[in-house]
């Protein structure tokens, strides 16, 4: 029975009753509020017609995209196959490779179908497709399959990512399809062409080929690529369809700030009173984020969090604590006192013999009283005997000897103290977040040493506050967050800080040492401390930045300017005999006439066509002329040609005795060229200095000069993709920012730490400098510290329960 059909079925049982596109069901919809568009309702039909649009344009982009998807899956296990270490690795995966190939056909038939199938499920109003992320709570865990972790994990990622990335048109769609469905909102779950569709009409068909959970997740990689990427066009073609059968043709998007959730999504629109001031804020908001998105760091320094970001972090973590029950699982039974244990991974059982004395929560924080008091004189004396050195100088707390120290600790109270396996994954832990913050290239190396020191009183707060991994926007979250962003936005691994940075990081680390017994309000006051000094720098060097960007982007327009120029004249010059005096001209003062034309007029005014006319006519009047048809015209030419040079001259101030020079030597040429006789071309060397003199000026004499080696040119390709507000790092540890990029002259503007312009750097220049080591990329993430922790821990976490697996069964 093909999709029509069952629609048929589907409408005939439904018992549904026509109606209105107005309904009070809409997101933010007003049922006393006329519309033009509520009074005319759909027939069931219409709506019918409607999806099943829809549903064609969804199946239409899956056949042009899951082709390519598939056959780069193919080739890339190919790849590794040809790289694998044995010959039954090789075979292995020559064989997987050799079925992905013979099912493209069927996969794609089946994965087309699923996504079809979804607009069935969406009329009957039984549509609720999951990320699989739900099943990962509760006592539940520890059945799940360590596979379907994975294939899990894989599809909640690309299904976080893609919402964030298309939030405006997945909205928009969503808003038009509501009224094909009586009014109820419509959300990712139940959106039929929403990324988790997609993801789970390729999960489907995967259930069904005998392939391992890791060519899965090479396969999810380039899904997310080659298809969860390319969703934008898809959504193009649905709201412009939805659009132009007059279903919410007005729809705007605005990002709302401190609304009630019921009014964040509503639609503006038919009020031609608010539209002018809609369309207005829209504009700025839209400025405004810009802005935001350009500076990668900015926006985690104020910790707010949406849905989907809280939604991932805690299957994350979810996901963590099954990973840890499952190392804990394979791992032999440990028998002996966990105090007496050398790591704290070895966790004692959870019903200990009779003879060990488990410690409770609050005995544990006692522990961790004296060991936070002892950290706090520990750095104080640290930063004491090193008052006049450089902050970088402080020594690393590592995270292994904390946990080794608390066992230490339990121990010389009570022989025969243990900790049960619940409260020993929680020092395992949060151990492997600061053992992160550690590793952290984001991080200079000055302010790892100062966090280093929080590993207790964060520790003790897990303890005392069970919401603490729980809520990612928890208090002591956030404030880690930000104290960890801010470390990276105005401290150098040179041991400069600017605006005081590292002093103020500093004063909250030992304020929380001294001041956190066992209120865990003091992670709400420095919090709220910490980011009001913040955001009063951020503003500062906010204004800074803005100024010297303006700056910048002046410079560099004159820059292009020039480059244009120096193309047009260059364009007119090169391969063809000059004489000395016409290349001066054009490549010195006409060039910078015709700079001043373009800035002022544009290349699409006709001061700018007729400067360009006076180098035509320039050049042809100093051609042999023999015929009198050619010398008839260059007789009328002459004066007006002298007159314009003249006039070009006057304008831009040039020197009046170096002007007349130049023009005296134009008639004499022109004089020669009517007696048909040909002028004396510059010398060589000459012209070569004249024409690195132009291009010097226009900016790109280092790319002549210097040929560019395939990895340079690799590499400069690659910088192009580098986005606004991404850190670099050069020699002795000083760090700049990308503040702007200019396609046109390649040049990247970098800003220190106040946001002061240091350089235009040229794309080449950085390239080289690279390979040289003499700079590199500090790995830039939009993601707070806290959740970019998360992520290296499980999958730190994954390849040891991988190692595990592999050794057990050998």
């Known amino acids: 029975m093909n999709l029509m059909d069952q629609y048929g079925i589907l409408m005939h049982n439904s018992g549904m009753h026509n109606s209105g596109v107005g309904g009070t069901g809409l997101p933010g919809g007003d049922a006393t509020k006329p519309s033009q568009y509520s009074s005319v309702a759909m027939s069931e039909q219409l709506i019918i017609e409607h999806l099943k649009h829809c549903r064609d344009l969804t199946r239409g982009f899956a056949y042009r995209v899951f082709p390519n998807f598939w056959r780069e899956w193919c080739k890339q296990i190919l790849e590794i196959a040809e790289q694998a270490k044995s010959n039954k690795d090789q075979v292995a995966l020559y064989e997987i490779q050799n079925l992905l190939s013979a099912v493209q056909q069927a996969a794609e038939q089946e994965f087309c179908q699923h996504l079809a199938n979804g607009f069935v499920k969406f009329k009957n109003k039984s549509l609720n497709t999951l990320t699989g992320e739900e099943r990962f709570s509760g006592d539940i865990l520890s059945l799940v399959e360590h596979s379907d972790l994975e294939e899990t994990i894989a599809i909640t990622s690309i299904t976080h990512r893609a919402d964030n990335f298309f939030a405006e048109n997945l909205w928009a769609l969503q808003q038009r399809l509501a009224l094909l469905n009586d009014g109820e909102k419509i959300d990712e779950r139940t959106n039929p062409a929403s990324p988790v569709q997609f993801c789970e009409a390729l999960r489907r068909v995967l259930t069904n080929l005998d392939v391992d959970v890791k060519t899965k997740i090479i396969g999810y990689k380039l899904f997310d690529q080659d298809v969860v990427g390319m969703l934008g066009e898809l959504y193009n073609e649905l709201n412009d369809y939805l659009i132009r059968q007059n279903l919410l043709p007005n729809l705007r998007f605005v990002v709302a700030h401190d609304k009630p959730e019921s009014l ?196 003790k707060i897990a303890f005392i506050d069970k919401g603490f991994f729980e809520q990612p926007e928890h208090p002591a979250r956030v404030l880690l967050n930000s104290l960890a962003e801010a470390g990276v936005r105005w401290v150098s691994n040179d041991g400069s800080d600017q605006y005081d940075i590292f002093t103020k990081i500093k004063t909250t680390v030992f304020r929380l040492l001294h001041e956190f017994k066992n ?277 730190n976490l994954n390849e040891r329960a991988d190692h595990l697996k592999t050794g057990a069964a050998s």
Do not use: C
Not at 265 to 288: F, G, L, N, W
Not at 540 to 568: D, F, I, P, T
Not at 606 to 635: N, Y
Not at 701 to 711: D, L, N, R, T, Y
């Open 264 to 459: 964040r999504e509503d639609a503006i629109q038919d009020d031609p009173s608010e539209q002018h001031h809609a369309e207005a804020s829209t504009q700025q908001q839209a400025v405004d984020a810009q802005q935001h998105q350009r500076r990668a760091s900015d926006k985690l320094l104020n910790g707010a969090l949406n849905p989907n970001d809280i939604q991932y972090q805690n299957s994350l973590l979810n996901a963590i604590r099954l990973l840890q029950t499952h190392v804990t699982q394979m791992m032999p039974a440990i028998q002996a006192n966990a105090a007496a244990q050398p790591a704290p991974t070895a966790a004692v059982p959870q019903t200990p013999p009779a003879q060990l004395q488990v410690y409770t929560s609050p005995q544990l924080v006692n522990v961790l009283d004296q060991m936070q008091a002892q950290a706090l004189h520990a750095s104080q004396q640290a930063l004491a005997d090193q008052e006049t050195a450089a902050p970088a100088v402080i020594p690393v707390q590592s995270a292994a000897e904390v946990s080794r120290q608390m066992m230490r600790q339990i121990a010389s109270e009570n022989e025969n103290g243990a900790v049960e396996a619940g409260d020993m994954q929680t020092i395992d832990l949060v151990g492997m977040l600061f053992e992160y913050m550690l590793s952290d290239d984001h991080l200079p190396d000055s302010v790892k040493a100062l966090l280093s020191y929080l590993h207790t009183p964060f520790l």
């Open 519 to 795: 209120d865990v309000r003091i992670f709400a006051e420095l919090l709220i401390e910490f980011n009001g000094y913040t955001n009063n720098v951020a503003r500062r060097q906010e204004l800074m930045e803005r100024r010297a960007l303006e700056k910048a982007q002046g410079e560099e327009k004159l820059r292009e300017a020039k480059l244009q120029v120096n193309h047009e004249v260059r364009s007119r010059t090169d391969n063809r005999d000059m004489p000395s005096a016409i290349l001066l001209l054009l490549l010195q003062p006409w060039s910078d006439y015709l700079s001043f034309v373009l800035l002022r007029y544009g290349d699409k005014s006709e001061s700018w066509a007729r400067a360009l006319r006076v180098i035509d006519d320039l050049l042809w009047s100093l051609e042999p002329k023999t015929t009198q048809q050619d010398k008839v015209k260059h007789m009328e030419l002459q004066d007006d040609l002298l007159s314009s040079l003249e006039r070009g001259f006057e304008t831009i101030g040039y020197e009046q005795a170096k002007g007349r020079k130049l023009l005296d030597a134009v008639a004499s040429l022109q004089r020669m060229a009517l007696l048909s006789r040909k002028a004396e071309p510059a010398p060589a060397p000459m012209r070569t200095k004249l024409e690195l003199l132009a291009a010097e000026k226009a900016g790109h004499v280092v790319a002549q000069q210097h040929p560019v080696s395939p990895e340079e040119a690799k590499l400069v390709d690659s910088l192009k993709m580098v986005e606004f507000g991404t850190w670099f790092e050069f020699d002795g540890g000083k760090r700049l920012k990308v503040a702007w990029y200019n396609k046109k002259t390649q040049h990247y503007m970098l800003v220190d730490q106040q946001g002061r312009k240091v350089s235009l750097a040229g794309g080449l220049q950085l390239a080289r400098d690279m390979i040289a080591g003499r700079a590199r990329i500090i790995a830039g993430s939009t993601k707070p510290f806290f959740e970019r922790a998360l992520e290296n821990i499980y999958h």
